[in-house]
């Protein structure tokens, strides 16, 4: 059984479908069709510094498919927006669980594809901003920047951009630097 695209489901119906899907404001998303190899070099690439990073840190990396589960009223079992970030880090253990996360990840990175990158400019952005996601990432292989977001007061009033040339520092992880140029495929 696949959604259909007028009506609006839950986590209970989501994982009943077959395929790669994500739900906004009940809303379902279909993830197909698969990444582009310089999608999958980037998603890779920052994850390897993600990890190397937070290894001897409280924080786990997890990159997609993986489920994050975002609810008004910690009902998750109900809950209206579930999404696969590229890369999620974690600083909540608690927040963990087999099937996934339960409520914001500390850090969401997202790197655009055409077919995603309006979702993940828009529908994404304010999910993310609404649910306290602390740092939003999103990587853009075909001009090669990243915009780095950070939440002020429940908004992501702090941005910083950086092209291929520059090094990514995080407004949260202030010792975490990286030489854009590895993100991208050459």
């Known amino acids: 059984m696949n959604p259909e695209p007028s009506k609006l489901y839950t986590y209970a119906d989501y994982i009943q479908w077959d395929g790669r899907w994500e739900l906004i404001d009940g809303k379902a998303y279909n993830m197909s069709p698969s990444p582009t190899w310089e ?3 980037t998603v890779m690439e920052l994850s390897f510094a993600f990890r190397s990073y937070f290894q001897n ?3 786990y990396v997890a990159i997609a498919p993986f489920d994050v589960r975002l609810s008004e009223n ?3 079992t109900y809950a209206k927006h ?3 970030p590229d890369i999620s880090v974690i600083c909540n253990r608690n927040n963990l669980t087999p099937n996934g996360c339960l409520g914001a990840p500390t850090l969401i990175v997202e790197v655009l594809s055409p077919s995603t990158a309006l979702k993940d400019r828009n529908e994404k952005f304010k999910l993310y901003e609404q649910f306290g996601v602390n740092e ?3 990587v853009d292989p075909l001009y090669k920047t990243i915009e780095v977001f950070g939440l002020e007061d429940g908004f992501f009033k702090k941005r910083e951009a950086f092209g291929e040339n520059e090094t990514i520092i995080s407004f949260l992880f202030t010792d975490f630097s990286l030489e854009a140029r590895r993100l991208f495929f050459l």
């Open 57 to 59: 840190k409280d924080c």
């Open 39 to 41: 999608h999958q070099f």
């Open 74 to 76: 910690d009902d998750y």
């Open 82 to 84: 579930v999404v696969q």
């Open 136 to 138: 939003y990432w999103i």
